[in-house]
């Protein structure tokens, strides 16, 4: 049985990491962590893309147009790190669900094997 994970990025544009089996589950929290951040940033996001101005003077008008564009640009980014963290831990709960079946059926042959009359 091997005790390393490879992962390469979800998007296969290589990158990656190993680690062992037995540190699956803290490296799907720390993704989880990231995703739990990522969502809470998209809320200062929307806030940042929909600026509205304090005032109807131009000078309050030029600075809801220099603003929004960069949270939009912002709002945008996030979204796409959310996408990307959470097909990471599809990957990674997909690469835990097999180590598990992997190890659950080398038991059980190992157990079969036992009860066998020689």
């Known amino acids: 049985m091997a005790n390393e994970v490879n992962m390469s990025a979800p998007a296969g544009g290589g990158g990656g990491f190993t680690f062992d089996a037995d540190k699956i589950d803290g490296v799907i929290k720390k993704w989880q962590d990231l995703q739990a951040d990522l969502k809470r940033d998209f809320v200062d996001a929307n806030l940042m893309a929909n600026v509205k101005a304090p005032g109807k003077e131009f000078a309050s008008g030029d600075w809801e147009k220099l ?9 945008e980014q996030n979204q796409k790190m959310q996408d990307y963290v959470k097909n990471y831990i599809e990957a990674l709960t997909a690469a835990k669900q097999k180590i598990t079946t992997k190890e659950s059926d080398a038991l059980s042959d190992i157990s079969k094997t ?5």
């Open 67 to 75: 603003a929004n564009p960069s949270g939009k640009a912002f709002l």
């Open 114 to 118: 036992g009860n066998q009359a020689t």
